[in-house]
């Protein structure tokens, strides 16, 4: 673990920023998920829906910010997909996310 954390300090700014950006979000994520099933508090889900609106726009923006740097540095290939991928993973996961809310409460969040 910590020999990805050493190769993390040597992407550019760009790329750093992007993965802590989907980390971040991913973090976020799950935790509203989990307070909502431990509480089922409708104001959570509000937050949620609140939560994936402003994560999508600065995702965007992160995610043009990375291939910008892409196309300007076009000798850092693996780290910037590498950044591309890990902000993409978190679509399937939040996908993921809704259908086992909509499965386990029959509630749709989007």
Do not use: Q
């Amino acid at each position: 673990m910590t020999k990805w954390f050493h190769r993390l300090e040597e992407f550019d700014s760009a790329n750093r920023f992007g993965i802590k950006t989907a980390f971040i979000t991913f973090l976020g994520m799950l935790l509203l998920m989990v307070s909502y099933f431990s509480t089922r508090a409708d104001f959570i889900f509000v937050i949620g829906f609140a939560f994936t609106f402003i994560v999508v726009i600065i995702n965007v923006i992160v995610a043009m910010s990375v291939f910008i740097n892409l196309l300007i540095r076009s000798n850092r290939l693996i780290e910037t997909f590498f950044t591309l991928y890990m902000m993409l993973l978190n679509i399937p996961i939040f996908t993921g996310m809704v259908l086992l809310n909509t499965h386990l409460n029959g509630k749709i969040i989007l």
